[in-house]
């Protein structure tokens, strides 16, 4: 019992109140870690300094990143983004309502160079049916039922809320199993004539087909980097040229086109 006391006490003395546990002055560089609270009763984002301390809170944001302007722009909860300042005055504000569509992961604000302006991407899951996942080509002996499928997709929404570009992974697959599926190889062609479009039979069967964990933007190419839990690959895609200002449904359109197909995967040679 005295070592397990003694052994509390180290360990209190050396994180301390601010759980630092160690810091040398002469080598890290100077800065602030944004960090994620989940415990009951001090779930949000906390801006802590190199000394442990805590420099502001921002409560009930499950995940957030500071913007070069000074405001932080978070999740709260599984679908609603905020932006708002130091003192968590609200700016902006966006809830996803369409019961089908399950943001989860990443999401980041980015400078839509042909609306001029800032827009919101987030990632989320999209519901299918057992007669979708058959409609796109799904193995009907991989499984009884697919009910419960999910399939992600990446929206975009302008400062006003409004969706102005979407991209939908279901857009983008081929397979092999069903001929008459739109999505089909063809004659005399096999998947791998295919490197622009994703396999939907590809390895084990999960209703979470993709599982994506992150986005990026690269704003001198216009393209997207999206990573698959799934699948382990980054797909690249191309968001600026799929993009028409005050056309939503034209950018959805070229969104789920063959110019929507992925420019370029690494991460699994399958």
């Known amino acids: 019992a005295a ?11 050396s994180r301390g109140p601010t759980e630092l ?17 989940m415990s009951a009763g001090a779930r949000g984002s906390y801006l802590v ?20 302007d000074g405001t932080m722009f978070g999740a709260k909860g599984p679908s609603t983004f905020a932006i708002v300042n130091w003192d968590g005055d609200v700016f902006w504000e966006h809830t996803e309502e369409r019961e089908n569509y399950h943001p989860h992961h990443d999401f980041m604000r980015i400078y839509n160079k042909a609306l001029e302006d800032y827009t919101i991407l987030y990632i989320a899951n999209v519901d299918l049916s057992h007669e979708d996942v058959i409609g796109l080509g799904g193995d009907p002996d991989a499984i009884d039922r697919y009910e419960g499928t999910q399939v992600d997709a990446i929206v975009e929404v302008d ?62 190419s216009g393209h997207l980097a999206i990573s698959s839990n799934r699948t382990h690959e980054i797909y690249i895609v191309d968001h600026d040229g799929t993009f028409v200002a005050g056309d939503p449904a034209e950018s959805i359109r ?13 991460g699994n040679p399958a």
Do not use: C
């Open 3 to 13: 070592s397990i006391s003694g052994g509390l006490l180290a360990y209190e003395a």
């Open 21 to 37: 546990i160690y810091w040398d002055r002469e080598k890290a560089m100077p800065g602030f870690q944004l960090i994620r609270g």
């Open 49 to 68: 300094d190199m000394s442990g301390e805590v420099v502001n809170f921002w409560a009930g944001f499950t995940d957030a990143y500071l913007l070069e």
């Open 159 to 220: 400062r006003d809320g409004n969706v102005v570009w979407e991209y939908h992974f279901t857009d983008h697959l081929v397979q092999d199993v069903s001929a008459d599926a739109p999505n089909h190889v063809g004659t005399d062609r096999t998947i791998a004539d295919y490197p622009g479009r994703l396999d939907i039979n590809y390895g084990l069967v999960s209703r979470d087909y993709l599982h994506l964990n992150a986005i990026d933007y690269n704003s001198d």
């Open 254 to 266: 070229l969104a789920a086109s063959d110019a929507g197909d992925f420019l370029y995967r690494f």
